[in-house]
């Protein structure tokens, strides 16, 4: 029996790839974005938010294990805000793992998708709304 050869690129190859797919917005843009309609979606796990704070403007939190099953429109999970023409900003801790979950969203049909670079922490340390954590 041979062993099945697979494409062994690393993580970083695989994010840059995923980035090459993404409009990404600082976190300046995603703030302005919100008042035209866009979605900010927070997919940092809740102990997360809870340790480093959370966004303090209208935000959809969405755990990145169920982010596509939530927002794919044709999916029976999805929420109500999820349609195929939305404007969806993905937000983490520091812009990495949404940036693959921003991907991953326009593969399931929402090419509106795209994440904030550098996530929580930059909007933080940009100055823009936080509500600290404990």
């Known amino acids: 029996m041979t062993a099945e050869v697979h494409d062994t690129r690393g ?67 999805r929420i109500p805000e999820a349609s195929q023409d939305a404007r969806i900003l993905v937000l983490c801790q520091e812009g990495y793992a949404s940036s693959l979950a921003a991907e991953s969203l326009q593969r399931v049909g929402l090419p509106g998708a795209t994440d904030v670079i550098g996530g929580f922490r930059a909007w933080r340390e940009a100055g823009l709304p936080v509500a600290e954590g404990r």
Do not use: H, K
């Open 11 to 77: 993580i970083d190859a695989v994010l840059e790839d995923s980035r090459t797919e993404l409009d990404r917005v600082t976190v300046r843009e995603a703030y302005n974005q919100l008042t035209d309609g866009a979605l900010l979606i927070d997919i940092r796990p809740v102990a997360q938010r809870q340790e480093e704070g959370e966004v303090d403007v209208p935000v959809l939190y969405i755990e990145r294990n169920v982010l596509e099953w939530r927002l794919d429109p044709w999916s029976e999970a």
